[in-house]
């Protein structure tokens, strides 16, 4: 993990990022339409310009389309509504690459059945003996059958090849040929420390759970990918995220060899996804963080409007629904069980202290509200040392939090990073914690009126990768199933959108150069399927741009997104 500063030479130098006054004539000018500028008056307006990758003027059609000269492009956009580009706070591009777009493609899948009908092409066209590995991005929690498949049923689909399954880089399925070829007998206990689940015969089942297990069993069976196949994963990645809408990300957390191949693609001009990429680590990292940290002799927010640097991450104190670390405790059979916790609170405290010395922010992950008890501690710590706030520092996750850890949030300024755990985890949430923690979960409504800054995100390839998603269970907190969790916590249409757009902008500290439509800014911007503020709710999910736009270059459209 230790890293070298040379590596990172083709990043950018560390500029100012303050609001880029534009002139000249606009190369486009895109008019008739409806322009959701997501400024500070949440202005609308008909049509706006383009020079270069900047916004040059927003306003109304007759005077924008007065800027235009002889050479400039005039953009009818028929009504449609724009947006600007949006922004997930929390997403893991290259793991979603490696785990999703390689391998037979699954994603998208609706139901146990497709989910097997897809293995079963993949199957019959590999050669007989060959594994055959099958990408992530479906969650049986979407299933009608609620289940992934079993050992006995991937068997009967490849009773000639190995076969794993991937759903994401923490779970792996494999047949009973995997199983062999990966070495995992009766008498296998652990891989990676991570013990193996078996069946009441004592068979293994074939599921395999955690990383730290699952990256050896796939490796044993196929060849890891070369750097230039993992640079073609991301830029395929690029592509899916560029459809859904995302023209930003955060993304927690890169390893030192994956952040180069982000730096190459920075040079050669490939990236159509802006990155802040934070630097790998997690609990059992800590007694060495200084080792990680001291060669670097650059921290947070280095680099420029395409690539730079944000965090430590991710350094989790929990996880998990059914272990997440409560003040008071988890429902069940062990009355006194309240979760587990990864990290000692000294070791915790010396951890932030380190990251502070070396101009890193932590990106700390949390579920419980415990948890975030002992990671305020570390941060009311740093804090006495120097002030955070002006850091930007975050918390992750964090779906369950009481008014007086808000009350020691807004008072260090420390930014929430927010995602929407119970869209999928509500059956376990109210299992587990009961219906009152259970509405309480990622209760937005609670923090903006505590005037805490809060971003938005998805956390993919773990969840839903659609921004829209995000701000339909924001809005309605509707879940998965079409049932409403936490009514009490639901938030305007308007402040769902600045929660993935100018809010997201702000952590990276980049609010005056994107995540809204003004002069002067990246232009960066959708062109929406419908109208955001004016769709029936339950269609604010399936919201998707017909084009998407990148530093005033289009870098995703659909037939529709072709006229724009």
Same mark, same amino acid.
């Given at each position: 993990m230790v890293l070298r500063v040379g590596i990172l030479g083709l990043l950018a130098a560390a500029a100012s990022f303050a609001?880029?006054?534009?002139?000249? /004539?606009?190369?486009? /000018? +895109? +008019?008739?339409?409806?322009?959701?500028? %997501?400024?500070?008056?949440?202005?609308?307006?008909?049509?706006?310009? %383009?020079?270069?990758?900047?916004?040059?003027?927003?306003?109304?059609s007759? &005077?924008?389309?007065?800027?235009?000269?002889?050479?400039?492009?005039?953009?009818?956009?028929?009504?449609?509504?724009?947006?600007?580009?949006?922004?997930?706070?929390?997403?893991?591009? +290259?793991?979603g690459a490696s785990t999703i777009l390689r391998g037979a493609e699954m994603a998208g899948a609706r139901s146990l059945k497709e989910l097997l009908e897809r293995l079963g092409k993949a199957v019959t066209s590999a050669k007989p003996g060959q594994p055959v590995l099958a990408g992530g991005g479906w969650d049986p929690r979407e299933f009608p059958e609620k289940r992934a498949p079993t050992r006995q049923e991937l068997d009967q689909l490849a009773p000639h090849n190995p076969l794993l399954l991937v759903r994401t880089r923490s779970q792996l399925f494999l047949n009973t040929l995997a199983i062999k070829a990966?070495?995992?007998? $009766?008498?296998?206990?652990?891989?990676?420390?991570?013990?193996?689940?078996?069946?009441?015969?004592?068979?293994?089942t074939g599921e395999i759970d955690e990383p730290q297990a699952v990256t050896p069993v796939t490796n044993k069976l196929i060849p890891p990918p070369d750097d230039n196949e993992k640079k073609q994963l991301i830029l395929r990645a690029q592509q899916v995220l560029n459809a859904a809408g995302l023209t930003s990300i955060r993304e927690l957390s890169l390893a030192p060899e994956i952040m180069r191949l982000y730096s190459d693609l920075r040079r050669e001009?490939?990236?159509?996804?802006?990155?802040?990429?934070?630097?790998?680590a997690n609990a059992s990292d800590a007694d060495r963080l200084e080792e990680m940290l001291r060669p670097w002799g650059l921290g947070t927010g280095f680099g420029d409007d395409w690539l730079r640097l944000d965090s430590v991450a991710e350094f989790s104190v929990d996880s998990g629904v059914e272990a997440a670390w409560l003040r008071m405790a988890h429902l069940g059979e062990r009355s006194d069980y309240r979760g587990d916790s990864r990290i000692s609170a000294d070791k915790l405290k010396t951890a932030v202290g380190v990251m502070q010395r070396y101009g890193w922010r932590p990106s700390i992950h949390l579920i419980g509200d415990q948890a975030l008890d002992l990671a305020l501690d570390a941060y009311e710590a740093a804090n006495q040392r120097s002030p955070i706030g002006p850091r930007r520092w975050t918390v992750e996750h964090i779906p369950v939090s009481q008014p007086d850890q808000m009350d020691r949030l807004a008072k260090l300024g420390v930014i929430i990073s927010a995602q929407i755990q119970p869209y999928l985890d509500a059956p376990a949430m109210l299992k587990d914690w009961g219906q009152e923690r259970a509405e309480r979960a990622v209760p937005v409504r609670e923090w903006l009126d505590h005037k805490l800054m809060v971003g938005s995100g998805t956390d993919w390839p773990a969840r839903t990768l659609s921004p829209f998603v995000t701000i339909y269970? +924001? /809005?309605? $907190?509707?879940?998965?199933?079409? &049932?409403?969790l936490g009514l009490a916590q639901k938030i305007s249409r308007q402040?769902?959108?600045?929660?993935?757009?100018?809010?997201?902008?702000?952590?990276?500290?980049?609010?005056?150069?994107?995540g809204s439509i003004e002069p002067g800014k990246l232009a960066d911007f959708l062109v929406l399927s419908d109208d955001f503020l004016t769709a029936p709710e339950d269609r604010i999910r399936s919201l998707h741009p017909v084009a998407t736009y990148v530093g005033g270059r289009k870098v995703y459209s659909d037939r529709q997104g072709a006229a724009y």
């Amino acid at each position: 993990m230790v890293l070298r500063v040379g590596i990172l030479g083709l990043l950018a130098a560390a500029a100012s990022f303050a609001q880029t006054p534009v002139t000249g /004539v606009p190369d486009t /000018v +895109y +008019y008739n339409g409806k322009i959701i500028t %997501v400024n500070s008056a949440f202005a609308i307006d008909e049509a706006f310009a %383009v020079r270069g990758d900047r916004f040059l003027a927003v306003g109304k059609s007759a &005077s924008v389309r007065a800027l235009a000269g002889p050479a400039t492009r005039l953009v009818d956009l028929q009504g449609r509504t724009v947006i600007p580009g949006l922004i997930d706070n929390h997403l893991h591009q +290259y793991r979603g690459a490696s785990t999703i777009l390689r391998g037979a493609e699954m994603a998208g899948a609706r139901s146990l059945k497709e989910l097997l009908e897809r293995l079963g092409k993949a199957v019959t066209s590999a050669k007989p003996g060959q594994p055959v590995l099958a990408g992530g991005g479906w969650d049986p929690r979407e299933f009608p059958e609620k289940r992934a498949p079993t050992r006995q049923e991937l068997d009967q689909l490849a009773p000639h090849n190995p076969l794993l399954l991937v759903r994401t880089r923490s779970q792996l399925f494999l047949n009973t040929l995997a199983i062999k070829a990966a070495g995992i007998t $009766r008498q296998t206990e652990q891989i990676g420390g991570i013990p193996i689940p078996k069946d009441a015969a004592g068979e293994p089942t074939g599921e395999i759970d955690e990383p730290q297990a699952v990256t050896p069993v796939t490796n044993k069976l196929i060849p890891p990918p070369d750097d230039n196949e993992k640079k073609q994963l991301i830029l395929r990645a690029q592509q899916v995220l560029n459809a859904a809408g995302l023209t930003s990300i955060r993304e927690l957390s890169l390893a030192p060899e994956i952040m180069r191949l982000y730096s190459d693609l920075r040079r050669e001009n490939k990236l159509t996804v802006r990155v802040s990429m934070g630097m790998e680590a997690n609990a059992s990292d800590a007694d060495r963080l200084e080792e990680m940290l001291r060669p670097w002799g650059l921290g947070t927010g280095f680099g420029d409007d395409w690539l730079r640097l944000d965090s430590v991450a991710e350094f989790s104190v929990d996880s998990g629904v059914e272990a997440a670390w409560l003040r008071m405790a988890h429902l069940g059979e062990r009355s006194d069980y309240r979760g587990d916790s990864r990290i000692s609170a000294d070791k915790l405290k010396t951890a932030v202290g380190v990251m502070q010395r070396y101009g890193w922010r932590p990106s700390i992950h949390l579920i419980g509200d415990q948890a975030l008890d002992l990671a305020l501690d570390a941060y009311e710590a740093a804090n006495q040392r120097s002030p955070i706030g002006p850091r930007r520092w975050t918390v992750e996750h964090i779906p369950v939090s009481q008014p007086d850890q808000m009350d020691r949030l807004a008072k260090l300024g420390v930014i929430i990073s927010a995602q929407i755990q119970p869209y999928l985890d509500a059956p376990a949430m109210l299992k587990d914690w009961g219906q009152e923690r259970a509405e309480r979960a990622v209760p937005v409504r609670e923090w903006l009126d505590h005037k805490l800054m809060v971003g938005s995100g998805t956390d993919w390839p773990a969840r839903t990768l659609s921004p829209f998603v995000t701000i339909y269970f +924001y /809005v309605t $907190r509707k879940v998965v199933d079409g &049932s409403a969790l936490g009514l009490a916590q639901k938030i305007s249409r308007q402040e769902a959108l600045r929660l993935a757009t100018i809010n997201n902008a702000y952590i990276t500290f980049e609010e005056t150069s994107k995540g809204s439509i003004e002069p002067g800014k990246l232009a960066d911007f959708l062109v929406l399927s419908d109208d955001f503020l004016t769709a029936p709710e339950d269609r604010i999910r399936s919201l998707h741009p017909v084009a998407t736009y990148v530093g005033g270059r289009k870098v995703y459209s659909d037939r529709q997104g072709a006229a724009y």
